[in-house]
């Protein structure tokens, strides 16, 4: 193994403080928030916005103060799903003040963009500052629950959140398919390995044509909590409201997967 030189060792040393710096900046940052839940899954298109949205706005109907964090670089849209479209306000501290929906705080990439079609093509690094950013440069204020809706995959940007951001757990969206399920099992590994808290596996787009399941099967696999189902429903077509906020049947799936969650995180 070859040794590094005097210049090599400062240098990390260096980047390894700044590190710590940015980590306990982020931590002062969030000091005010109760509970940081993620909504993950390694699959696109299972509906991890539509769950996010939903169960922060079901807490929200429900008494707690909650946020949401959107930071899906690539594709930002939660401010879409919620229909947030105020810019976050500046502070005398110069920290964004987030603006609020339907009783919900959201922060989200998708205000920094000029142009909501816009293409955004970053690599690695600009994905991780822009991360790291936005969560010392936002005042949250004190909340119950922030809900933080990740991108799928295991590469950056779900990384740079796992590590930087101290997580109390994670909630897993699977949808009945098999290749889902398969890719709902790859970031439930994820997290395990990073050490941080499964609180359970939600099954959404269940019923119908899609089928049903999947979500169960893996909880079962993988020793973890069954959080429900959240059904194929034409509820979902009125996008002027979190659906949960329409439709009492949506609200207590919401309900049910809400309770079975903080239930768990009770006991971590």
């Given at each position: ?12 040393i ?7 710096e940015?980590?306990?900046?982020i931590?002062?940052a ?26 922060a ?27 947030s479209?105020d810019?976050?306000?500046v ?6 003040i ?23 093509i ?15 440069s ?8 922030l ?74 696999e ?11 429903r ?35």
């Amino acid at each position: 193994m070859s040794q590094q030189n005097p210049a090599q060792a400062r240098a990390r040393i260096e980047a390894m403080k700044r590190q710590f710096e940015q980590k306990r900046q982020i931590d002062e940052a969030l000091s005010g928030i109760k509970n940081k839940i993620g909504v993950y899954s390694g699959k696109g298109g299972v509906g991890k916005t539509t769950i996010a949205v939903n169960l922060a706005a079901t807490l929200a109907n429900d008494g707690a103060s909650v946020g949401i964090l959107d930071v899906d670089v690539d594709c930002p849209n939660v401010v879409r799903a919620i229909n947030s479209f105020d810019q976050p306000m500046v502070g005398d501290d110069k920290k964004m003040i987030p603006p609020e929906k339907f009783g919900i705080k959201v922060m989200s990439m998708a205000f920094f963009q000029e142009n909501e079609d816009e293409a955004i093509i970053w690599r690695g690094p600009m994905i991780h500052n822009a991360i790291n950013q936005m969560l010392q440069s936002t005042d949250w204020g004190d909340l119950d629950y922030l809900i933080v809706d990740l991108p799928p995959g295991t590469s950056d940007a779900p990384l740079t959140i796992m590590q930087v951001l101290t997580m109390d757990g994670f909630i897993v969206v699977t949808t009945p398919q098999e290749l889902a399920k398969v890719d709902a099992k790859r970031s439930i590994n994820m997290v395990r390995k990073l050490q941080v808290n499964v609180l359970g596996v939600v099954e959404n787009m269940s019923g119908g044509v899609f089928g049903e399941g999947a979500g169960k099967e893996i909880a079962d696999e993988l020793d973890l909590d069954f959080l429900g189902a959240i059904g194929l429903r034409s509820d979902y077509q009125d996008t002027s409201k979190p659906t949960s906020l329409l439709s009492n049947d949506v609200l207590n799936e919401y309900r049910t997967v809400s309770e079975k969650a903080l239930a768990v995180l009770a006991t971590i």
